[in-house]
């Protein structure tokens, strides 16, 4: 049997009232006994949980430190467990959307073949089978523009969710996104071209690195002569990676930057005009 009359479990651990008396235990992990905790009815506590707390920290002062110093902990935690699992999501909905593609190149294929022969009831159903494919590839496209501006807004805005997508998917995780540098950033999706000119500069061989990857698909840098491509991807790089360390470790959208990577496109396409005119 117990000796005490009642245990209350607090963020920073144990309080246990013995008669008219509290006996107060600091827990060794403040992150699991603030979890523990939220079982706990506040209003319930007949003693005043700051008092308490001082008690075991010494001071008001570094009480609400240590618990402030908690509570961005638990949030973090949150924020990594939520974009997890919506991370795993979108990665299964984009290659969900690769194999559609595979799959409505293979049933054209098949429809052109069968029209060179003629045009019968199968030639009919493959037609009405890639329709029904097409519909699917725009839910799913759909899902996954909606999923990113939700989770990761700025990069969202920046270069739509599918790109988007593909960067987290290459790099793991959002959180392993916003810890590259830009510049591994711009050729990501490119490993091979990369490994491979580095083989030839090995071997005393000229080689071009190459100047970007994915965000090639970007009609920012694919819209511009060759000559200009590369610097555009070095910007729009180095405002991805400011993108996703905001898009990870707050979610708050800041327009200024989607701003800035259509102001330096415009500029790059008006210089580009200049320069054809001469």
């Known amino acids: 049997m117990s000796e005490y009359k009642s245990e209350y479990k607090v963020w920073f651990g144990r309080v246990y009232e013995k008669d008219s008396e509290l006996e107060v235990r600091k827990s060794d992990d403040l992150v699991q006994s603030f979890e523990e905790s939220k079982s706990e009815k506040l209003d319930k506590i ?12 010494g001071s008001e002062e570094d009480y609400y430190s240590s618990l402030r110093r908690t509570a961005i902990q638990i949030a973090e935690k949150e924020i990594e467990r939520e974009l997890k699992g919506s991370e795993r999501y ?30 019968d009831e199968n030639t009919e159903k493959f037609r009405r089978i890639v329709r029904d494919l097409k519909k699917l590839r725009r839910d799913i ?10 989770s990761m807004p700025n990069m ?109 496109y415009e500029e790059f396409r008006e210089k580009s005009k200049a320069k054809s005119r001469k």
């Open 156 to 264: 969202s805005e920046i270069v739509g969710g599918i790109i988007a997508a593909r960067l987290i998917e290459k790099a793991g995780s959002l959180k392993r996104l916003s810890s590259l540098p830009a510049s591994t950033i711009q050729i990501l999706g490119a490993e091979k071209s990369l490994f491979k000119a580095m083989s030839r500069m090995k071997k005393g061989k000229k080689a071009k690195t190459p100047k970007h990857g994915i965000i090639f698909q970007h009609p920012f840098i694919r819209t511009l002569p060759k000559s200009l491509r590369g610097k555009m991807a070095r910007f729009l790089a180095s405002k991805l990676a400011i993108a996703a360390r905001i898009d990870y470790y707050s979610g708050e959208l800041k327009e200024d930057l989607f701003e800035s990577v259509k102001r330096k």
């Open 46 to 57: 007949p003693f005043s949980l700051k008092e308490a707390g001082i008690r075991v920290f």
């Open 90 to 119: 979108l990665i299964s909905l984009l290659k969900a959307l690769d194999e559609l593609d595979l799959g409505i190149n293979l049933f054209s294929e098949k429809i052109r073949d069968l029209e060179e022969i003629k045009i």
């Open 141 to 150: 496209e759909d899902e996954i523009n909606s999923g990113v501006a939700r």
